[in-house]
């Protein structure tokens, strides 16, 4: 079946701490990846994404995630995290074999920055 | 910006009345679609929807729910007979095409009493 990894589900870190979630998918084939962000009390909102070409892709609010297609990772990054970035983070993705017509979500990290 | 809006942002029902869950779609997009996610479990797909028609549904999506796009601007999801379980978010999305990524909208709460 079709699915979604995120290995944590609970990150803690203090400011500028790096930050580095994972995510691994089981699709063959063409994918389309995304990174959500569901700050608290609000809806969710796209961080990043990656349709094709080059495999380091920069999102909003100074992150990036890496697709690797040998891995089937696309995980996601940011060198300095702020207490602003304390939210729960979902990779997700869509498949060609899918039709493209529905987004497959990991379980989501909730990460909390201290300051 | 243009966003998808949801109302309402919570409702309350009792367990076998039905619920009608509305979204206004970002204004030119021609793919909506319905999530929800049950309190600590991740997000669902439930259905998509393109040309007034279902293009796709989850194993969720069962004879209990329905969507409808009434006009122009609405994009609703219809539980006939709410059950506990079916207390969740639900979000809707919509997007410009069918590769592209989609925007949700801030979600309903559901409570089936």
């Known amino acids: 079946a079709q699915s979604v990894s995120q290995h944590n589900h609970h990150v803690i870190l203090s400011e500028a701490a790096s930050l580095e979630l994972g995510c691994n998918y089981s699709?063959?084939?063409?994918?389309?990846l995304f990174w959500y962000v569901q700050y608290p009390g609000q809806h969710l909102q796209l961080l990043l994404k990656?349709?094709?070409?080059?495999?380091l892709v920069k999102g909003i609010k100074g992150f990036e995630a890496e697709f690797i297609k040998s891995k089937f990772s696309f995980n996601l990054r940011k060198p300095s995290v702020q207490w602003s970035d304390t939210a729960e983070y979902f990779c997700a993705v869509n498949s060609f074999s899918g039709g493209y017509n529905k987004l497959i979500f990991g379980a989501g990290t909730r990460l909390a920055v201290h300051p | 910006e243009p966003e998808v809006t949801q109302t309402p942002s919570h409702q309350v029902t009792q367990m076998g009345q039905e619920v009608i869950l509305r979204c206004v779609p970002i204004?030119?997009?021609?793919?909506f679609y319905w999530y929800r996610q049950i309190l600590g479990q991740k997000v669902e797909f439930l259905v998509s929807f393109y040309n007034n028609e279902i293009s796709e549904k989850s194993e969720i999506f069962d004879d209990q729910f329905s969507v409808e796009r009434p006009d122009g601007s609405n994009f609703t999801l219809k539980i006939r007979s709410t059950k506990l379980e079916d207390s969740a978010m639900y979000f809707c999305a919509s997007s410009e095409a069918l590769k592209r990524e989609q925007f949700f909208g801030p979600g309903t709460r559901l409570t089936v009493l």
């Open positions: 204004s030119n997009h021609l793919y």
């Open positions: 990656y349709f094709s070409g080059d495999p």
């Open positions: 699709y063959g084939g063409t994918v389309n």
